[in-house]
């Protein structure tokens, strides 16, 4: 007997949590494994690193060293990120700039709603992409608001040349590129199954609707 489909807001819940905590998660171990600030306070029981990792502030300078996941590319490095991808408004005053990325945060996910909304239970892969990108955003935003910088420890570089290097990213920032992208592919596919007759293009709440904002929380 096949049971009822899962709902399109079961979809979005479990996505969704599971996205933050990984994001919450993976930035709690940074902390943990790359810097030496719960020794430093003397943090050893789980419940004391709970409490330390949400109560500490700035801690590049306990930054222990990197480790290599694969040398030659890949290694795990510590990093306070105050801005967006690439420096995005870096030139803006701190403050300001704080304030920007709270109210893009939020807008986004103002987005994700209400698009969301619109979908059907069988568009599966929207349904997904649009839960992505609002655990991405609130995975980034979480740090905002607590610490005004975001945890970035995941760094990329070329052949042995951490001089050239992609900017340090997190967990929250992988899943609002994966979320996106899906976004950006989907446009095309269901353009195409309309012309052939009414695909997903035809449906309310398709994607040949949305617009999308060129936006990332976090990255250095």
């Not at 990093?79 to 967006?84: G, I, L």
């Not at 649009?130 to 905002?144: E, K, P, Q, S, Y």
Request: with cysteine; net charge positive; charged share 20%.
């Amino acid at each position: 007997m096949s049971g009822r489909p899962l709902s399109k807001w079961a979809v979005l819940a479990a996505v969704f949590t599971l996205g933050v905590l990984a994001d919450q998660g993976s930035k709690f171990l940074a902390v943990d494994r790359l810097t030496t600030a719960f020794q430093r306070v003397g943090a050893e029981t789980p419940g004391q690193k709970f409490e330390a990792f949400w109560r500490l502030r700035h801690l590049e300078p306990l930054a222990s060293e990197s480790f290599y996941v694969y040398r030659p590319l890949w290694r795990m490095h510590y990093v306070e990120n105050p801005s967006a991808a690439f420096g995005f408004l870096g030139f803006v005053p701190h403050g300001a700039r704080y304030a920007l990325f709270i109210v893009i945060s939020i807008a986004a996910v103002a987005f994700v709603v209400h698009y969301y909304r619109r979908l059907e239970a069988r568009q599966r892969l929207l349904q997904m992409a649009l839960a992505f990108v609002a655990a991405g955003t609130v995975g980034n935003l979480i740090d905002r608001l607590a610490r005004r910088y975001v945890i970035d420890f995941v760094d990329w570089y070329w052949w042995n040349r951490p001089d050239l290097y992609w900017p340090t990213f997190n967990v929250a920032d992988s899943l609002l590129v994966v979320g996106i992208g899906l976004l950006l592919l989907q446009p095309s596919r269901q353009a195409g199954a309309g012309r052939a007759g009414g695909g997903l293009g035809n449906h309310k709440g398709g994607l040949g609707r949305l617009k999308l904002p060129c936006t990332r929380s976090s990255s250095r």
